[in-house]
């Protein structure tokens, strides 16, 4: 067969692929990776908002936001991946720390509090954590906070709690669903072909493993969001790979609501920033995941690790939301990202990018549409960051100790 990546790339040839896919025509990997290289850039984006605007007609005008907190319940882990800066070896008792319980409902109270929606629990492989662990918090979350939907961890975090329980991660994930959990956030994906995971998370599953666990809860009822961290040295082709062994499992199960392309950022961890994806090839990626995923209903923006005008963009390139408010993070934080925001910026950066902002739940539908600026909310406290431990002190607004952030 020969594709567009075996002959010489005319100007024709991809505008061709660029109006198949816009008009809701599937493309091969190997169209998508010629699009990738070579599609004008412009071209790409106006490709990719068309076919955002097919998905969504109707509500194409729309772009939403979600109100959640990152719960980072221990950064103890054994598995020790090169780009991450936030993670302490089980030996470093000096840098590990773990919350118990009555910290994490507090911080579950804070985000109910503030109008969040969601909890993302996300932290390290904790060599003591197995499935009660997970049962434990989450059934105390939901016993407390039933208003909270919990759509957090992912393929990686149920192999090793499964390895640790001694149990298969089906019934990892039964128990865990049971328990409270009701989606998977899918971190852990980071790039799922074989080359690039060795060299960047080598003690880490295989991406085929990651993927059929994921195809295990989407079986068994538990959907999730994918992932993926770019620049860390992967191949415009592992790019596209990672993509395509995506859309190959939501073929099978449609379990994906959302796929989350992120930036690899470069303080405080083994790789040492020797490679980054630059924003255009941001940009590129999540117009041409538009394209080609085209089982996949929601590509998000991420302004956290790319910055508020680059997710502004990134809405013109086929993404159709913004992530969250995220009231606490730190993850990338602690690997230099350095962007903060809050609810009435968020608001603003939508409108201004000429969409008409919309608080969404964790399944999409839109719970506030802020359709008439003088309804906007006012309240200042809704802030990313209000607490993390990749800012010196542990807290970003230290005002919010009127939600007893210290009692
Ligand atoms: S990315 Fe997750 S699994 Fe990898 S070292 Fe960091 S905390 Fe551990």
Known sequence: MTTLADSATSSTDIQAVLDRAAGGGRISAEEAL??????????????????????????????????????????VCVTACKFCAFYAAPKDTEKGWSRDLDEILRRCAETVELGGTQIMFQGGHHPDYGVEYYERA????KKDFPQLVIHSLGASEVDHMARISGVSAEEAIRRIHAAGLDSFAGAGA????????????????????????MELAHN??????????MG???????????????RDVQDRTGGFRAFIPYTYQPENNHLKGRTQATLF???RLIAVARLF?????????????????????????GADDLGSVMLEENVVSSAGAKHRSNRMELIALIRAAGRVPAQRATTYEHLVIHD??????????????????????????????????DS
Request: no cysteine; aromatic share 6%; hydrophobic share 40%.
């Open 138 to 141: 989450f059934s105390a979350i």
């Open 232 to 246: 860390t040295g992967e191949t415009n082709a592992e790019r596209i790979e990672h993509l395509r062994m995506i």
């Open 281 to 283: 090839e941001y940009l």
């Open 372 to 405: 008439d600026p003088a309804n906007d909310p006012v309240d200042d406290h809704v802030f990313s960051h209000i607490a993390s431990t990749a800012i010196e002190g542990g807290t970003a607004h230290p005002e919010l100790k009127l939600l007893n952030a």
């Open 190 to 213: 980071e790039l799922l072909p074989e080359r690039p995971r060795k060299v960047i998370a080598p003690l880490k599953e295989s991406g085929e493993r990651w993927l059929e666990i």
């Open 34 to 75: 010629e699009l990738y290289r070579h599609a004008p850039l412009h071209a790409l984006g106006r490709a990719a908002d068309a076919a955002r605007r097919r998905r969504y007609a109707g509500t194409e005008h729309i772009a939403t936001y979600i109100i959640e907190r990152n719960i980072n319940y221990t950064n």
């Open 293 to 317: 995923l085209d089982n996949v209903a929601h590509i998000q923006g991420s302004w956290l690790t790319v910055g508020k005008e680059m997710g502004q963009l990134s809405l013109h390139y």
């Open 220 to 229: 068994l009822g538990v959907e999730s969001t994918s992932t993926m961290l």
